[in-house]
């Protein structure tokens, strides 16, 4: 199976990366507009390849895509300290009219996983462009990951027994969905109860801001987030090259709300098989409306 990568930067780069570690694909190409990047960055993760998997990593211009089953597009412009995601939209937007038609040309088959900021707005681009093309975007996979990994401290569990879903915007107006969370197929509450361990309105208020801001501190700490959205961006590319059908807060078009946005979904290898809007309480449905429509209003179908 071989993936390609579009944009070659911090991002681009560590989700080559994790490929190559996880043995995602045999196959792996990287593309920039820097040339001299993408090639630098492939023979560098070539390196690892002998030490993990033996991907064969490569890389090339667009037509260097062909045969490629899923394409992560990461090119674009990084989100600075003090910038929100949705300041981001109207150059990467321009990047994408640029850079999207040239990657559907090359590989009709693929799907196309879109990891540029801001994801929801540009994923709907994305699907414009590359009509007849599978389409879906990184959405709150990484936000939802943030979140299990805050509860699983708290509870003091490894992470992979905790289950929970942010949904709506990747971004200042997404929605910590509560009533979809578990520890060992408990509701939260229940689980830190039978432990005798503290829950409060606090303890959640610290979770809920660890979650929402965590991009923006680790932006102002070290400039740029790659690690966390790098390793997600390979779990996707994972779910659609294994037909998985893994249930992902991956985002696409979603006809309720009118946009592109995160809800769980089923991912495989057609991309977005199945969506599943979970029953919400009335606060949480309120707040995933009002995400929907920040989203809407900041013109998230750029033209």
């Known amino acids: 199976m071989k993936v390609g990568v579009v944009g070659a930067g911090l991002v681009g780069a560590t989700a080559a990366y994790a490929l ?59 989100q600075r300290p003090g910038e929100s995601r949705l300041d981001l939209l109207g150059k990467n937007a321009a990047i994408f009219r640029e850079v999207i038609p040239q990657v559907a040309e090359q590989t009709p088959e693929a799907v196309l996983l879109i990891a540029t900021n801001p994801v929801d707005a540009l994923t709907d681009l994305a699907t414009r462009l590359a009509p007849g093309h599978a389409v879906l975007g990184s959405g709150t996979v990484l936000d939802s990951a943030r979140f ?116 769980p979904r089923i991912v495989g290898a057609r991309g977005v098989e199945d969506t599943l809007i979970p029953p919400l309480p009335p606060e949480e449905a309120r707040a995933l409306e009002a995400s929907a429509e920040v989203l809407r209003q900041t013109g998230a179908r750029p033209g």
Request: net charge negative; with cysteine.
């Open 20 to 78: 190559t570690l996880r043995g995602s694909c045999s196959d792996l190409v990287l593309v920039d507009k820097d040339e001299k990047r993408a090639q630098a960055e492939a023979q560098d993760i070539a390196h690892a390849a002998p030490v993990s998997h033996g991907t064969r990593v490569t890389s090339g211009g667009y037509a260097a895509l062909s045969g490629c089953r899923v394409v992560v597009i990461a090119a674009g412009a990084n």
């Open 148 to 263: 299990r990994h805050l509860i699983a401290g708290q509870a003091g569990v490894d992470a992979t027994h905790v289950h929970g879903y942010v949904l709506g915007e990747h971004g200042d107006s997404e929605v910590l969905a509560w009533s979809t969370a578990t520890v060992a197929g408990l509701p939260v509450e229940d689980f830190m109860r039978a432990r005798g361990l503290e829950w409060t309105e606090e303890v959640r208020a610290e979770i809920d801001a660890g979650t929402r801001d965590a991009a923006a501190a680790i932006i102002e700490g070290k400039r740029a987030t790659y690690y966390g959205i790098g390793a997600a961006l390979a779990r996707i590319a994972e779910a659609i090259l294994g037909d998985r059908r893994s249930i992902l807060t991956v985002s696409a078009p979603t006809d309720p709300y009118g946009v592109s946005l995160s809800v």
